[in-house]
């Protein structure tokens, strides 16, 4: 008996593993292409925060319109341990995901009494379009830990509803997670009357647990109150609730979300990927096909509770916890001006697990060896749910690039890519020219954005300059990088080379560390002045009979006298022109240790073009 014990024991042991790796790797793989390389907007502004505020300043951050001190916390200990490898933040976030994926599989294993239904339920967590925002932003923590706390807080409340003994020790902990996740985003404040309904269901007598969590909820409005100054949540974009609050509003979103739940983007292109009227024919048979599974699920496992009376009113707090639950979740984010596809992830996930608990109740573990024909259609039903889903899923993965942020997350990645992915550590003595500013760079992020790859936070030496064209600026110098923005592809490209050659082409006898040959000849663009500069510098020894013959266009001639060690010649050209010049001299430096071209070293020029 105790060899199958030890052996049943094992074989749990290895189904866990197995499926913590198989979601790991699905994570990785199915999150393949989502990059932050460079950080912009409210994530700059995390950093910045992070950097120039002490610990108690950014975590219990007083006078702020949110006061979000776990956020807060966990952001600080992840901005911690990235320091400047920016590109650290997505996979983190995938393994954190992982970790989310993981315990909805075990919730939903319990649910359902299978490992199969568990997995399909980390799975099409991980497949969800719905987590772009927690994987491709540093303010995903906050989505992924908000989801987390509320899924363990519907978790806690199941087993108290259908557990004697067990569940009861899980009311402390999950009314630790209620008082967690409203400091983690306030938006689920809302959850509060999931307690007193499943109290009323359990109908629990302690007054301990009432007072617990009526105590949890006055003590987060207490904090609130006292540190930003209101117990009103703060809505998107700026507003607050209290003033953008409309019920028609608030109905029209509750619809959309519903929608969403059940595959239909229900939304415009710029929050939901393509809306449902943009999408192609077959994204939208799929779909439909998939409600239907769902359907025919739902129908049976109504059949099933209908029937059996023995567990039904059981069966009804549970669904009632699962339904309260969900619309909650929706009504928490109906009352803003919008409706983001993120928010609805939880009571996304809610449903996917309560399609779990239909499996579990319509085809219960203990039936499963007496009628193998049962389980496989029921189960088997969820099973084409998923793959009729999943290219689904996949299909809006690949329009993310419609996001309303999408595209500036593209845009500073490739600005990441274009300056430290490039020049690393050199990048910080340069000065750095973007050629035009369709993208409206605000001065924060020009000043901040190139110090978050800077272990010192300073990038000291660095300065971003804004031009209309190339002809604003004169020669392109060793600590000059020139960018050009290229809208088409969301993306800078890295010039500086082009403009190089452009400007200066080294014909023969030119070198770029300023030296010459006895024989010389270079094409030199003006700029806006129609001024070229030469600064001789001439190391030898001086007497007075040396010179240099400049020729302009082949035709105009100047004869320069090297009468001092540093000699400055300007030339007059046409503007924003190229120029060529031609350079004789009469003299070489004779302590030149090796001869580059034809002719022998002659004399350094440092020339600028104005």
């Avoid at 009323?200 to 540190?227: D, G, H, N, P, Y």
């Avoid at 999408?279 to 048979?285: G, H, I, T």
């Avoid at 082009?498 to 003006?526: P, Q, T």
């Avoid at 009469?586 to 071209?597: I, K, P, S």
Wanted: charged share 20%; proline share 2%.
């Amino acid at each position: 008996m105790k060899d199958r014990q030890w052996i049943g024991k094992e074989a749990a042991w290895k189904d866990e593993v197995i499926a913590a790796v198989l979601l790991l790797a699905f994570a990785f793989f199915i999150n393949r292409g989502i990059e932050i390389k460079g950080l912009y907007m409210d994530d700059l502004y995390l950093w910045s925060c992070y950097g120039e505020q002490s610990f108690r300043e950014f975590v219990f951050p007083l006078g702020s319109t949110r006061f979000r001190f776990i956020f807060n916390l966990a952001s600080w200990l992840q901005l911690m341990i990235v320091g400047n490898h920016i590109g650290w933040f997505v996979p983190i976030n995938i393994l954190i995901n992982v970790c989310i994926a993981f315990t909805v599989y075990r919730f939903g294993k319990r649910l359902s009494g299978r490992w199969s239904m568990g997995f399909l339920t980390g799975i099409l967590y991980l497949l969800s379009r719905m987590s772009y925002y927690q994987i491709s932003q540093v303010y995903g923590l906050m989505e992924s830990l908000a989801l987390w706390a509320a899924i363990g807080i519907l978790y806690c409340l199941y087993r108290y509803i259908t557990e004697e003994k067990e569940g009861k020790g899980l009311i402390p902990f999950a009314v630790g997670l209620y008082f967690a996740i409203c400091f983690i985003h306030e938006r689920y404040m809302v959850l509060l009357p999931l307690f007193y309904v499943a109290y009323l269901m359990k109908k629990e007598r302690k007054k301990s647990s009432w007072i617990l969590i009526t105590l949890s909820f006055l003590a987060v409005q207490a904090i609130r109150f006292f540190t930003i100054g209101s117990i009103s949540p703060a809505g998107t974009g700026g507003t607050t609730v209290a003033e953008t609050f409309k019920i028609t509003g608030v109905l029209k979103y509750a619809v959309s979300q519903v929608l969403y739940i059940f595959g239909v983007n229900a939304g415009p292109d710029h929050l939901s990927g393509l809306s449902w009227e943009a999408s192609p024919a077959w994204v939208r048979v799929l779909v439909l096909a998939s409600a239907l599974m769902l359907l025919v699920m739902t129908l049976v496992f109504i059949g099933v509770v209908v029937k059996e009376k023995k567990d039904r009113k059981l069966r009804f707090k549970v669904i009632g916890l699962f339904l309260l639950f969900i619309a909650l979740c929706i009504g928490s984010s109906s009352v803003t001006i919008r409706v983001e596809t993120r928010w609805i992830y939880v009571s996304m996930t809610a449903a996917w697990l309560f399609a779990a608990y239909m499996c579990g109740v319509t085809v219960p573990r203990k039936e499963a060896g007496a009628n193998l024909s049962k389980p496989l259609l029921y189960c088997g039903l969820f099973l084409l749910y998923t793959m009729l889903i999943f290219p689904v899923e996949s299909f809006y993965r690949g329009k993310y690039d419609n996001l309303y942020y999408w595209s500036n997350q593209l845009r500073y990645n490739s600005l990441a890519e274009e300056t430290y992915g490039n020049y690393k550590e050199k990048l910080f003595s340069k000065k750095v020219y973007i050629i035009g500013n369709t993208y409206k760079m605000s001065d924060f992020t020009s000043n901040t954005f190139f110090k978050t790859f800077d272990k010192k936070r300073t990038a000291e030496g660095m300065t971003v300059t804004f031009i209309d064209s190339m002809s604003s600026i004169g020669l392109i110098t060793p600590n000059m990088l020139v960018l050009r923005e290229d809208p088409t592809n969301n993306a800078f490209q890295d010039i500086t080379d082009f403009l190089r050659n452009l400007k200066f082409e080294r014909v023969y006898g030119s070198y770029e560390d300023g030296w010459l040959d006895e024989s010389a000849k270079a094409r030199i663009m003006a700029g806006k002045e129609g001024k070229i500069t030469f600064k001789f510098y001439y190391p030898g020894v001086i007497t007075g009979l040396e010179h240099i013959i400049v020729t302009v266009n082949g035709s105009e001639q100047r004869v320069i006298p090297i009468d001092a060690s540093t000699v400055t010649a300007e030339f007059d050209v046409t503007p924003t022109q190229i120029s060529e010049f031609s350079l004789e001299s009469n003299f070489f430096y004779d302590a030149a240790t090796e001869q580059r071209g034809e002719k022998r070293l002659s004399v350094v020029a440092d020339i600028t073009s104005n």
